[in-house]
């Protein structure tokens, strides 16, 4: 867990000190984006998602986001034991990991902190998600994060980020910590 921790704090102060090449435009024009990411999900984890949405302003981004990401969880060895209605008797044993899939679909704001092209921003997302590990149906969803753009010769933007997304369900809860890195045009 400190690990854990060392290495969130690490990506943010990187990423806070790293300099960007910026290039000042004359005035700011609305446009539509894509945002497509790959993500690190602790402790074992990966996935992958995509947002599009409109540039408002040089400080706030508007758009729907959706995703697919893949756990693998250490749950230790188990086995279960039941009869069926013939009365046979049945005895299953399960492997020491646990794997599951979420599917999130969500609203997805976010704040730039200067008026700069490659800022530090703030991601904040809300929807609903599905999937293994919410077997009851549809949780809500809630997310935050914290970023970095960087700007590319053609114009596009890379983003890395770090964040958290808290789903909840009638019966569980989860908050997946994450660090994703994404394309932005």
């Known amino acids: 867990m400190k690990r854990l921790i060392f290495l969130c704090v690490a990506f943010v102060a990187f990423f806070a000190t790293a300099n960007a090449q ?5 005035s700011f024009e609305k446009h539509n984006q894509w945002m497509l990411s790959g993500r690190y999900i602790a402790p074992v984890g990966v996935g992958v998602e ?3 949405g409109r540039q408002f302003t040089p400080i706030v981004f508007l758009g729907v986001g959706f995703g697919f990401d893949v756990y693998f969880n250490y749950v230790g060895k188990s086995s279960a034991g039941w009869t069926d209605n013939d009365g046979n008797y049945h005895y299953e044993e399960f492997g020491p990991w646990q794997t599951g899939t979420y599917i999130p679909v969500y609203a997805d704001l976010q ?3 200067s008026r700069k092209p490659a800022p530090m921003f703030a991601e904040f997302k809300l929807g609903f998600g599905m999937g293994q590990l919410h077997p009851e149906g549809l949780c809500v969803q809630a ?3 914290l970023g970095k753009r960087f700007m590319l010769k053609n114009n596009h ?3 890395a980020k770090i964040g958290a997304d808290f789903a909840r369900g009638p019966w569980h809860a989860y908050m997946p910590l994450y660090l994703s890195v994404g ?3």
């Open 22 to 26: 910026n290039v000042q435009t004359p």
């Open 50 to 52: 995509a947002i599009y």
């Open 111 to 113: 704040l730039n902190f």
């Open 143 to 145: 997310g935050l994060a």
């Open 157 to 159: 933007l890379l983003n």
């Open 183 to 185: 394309y932005q045009f």
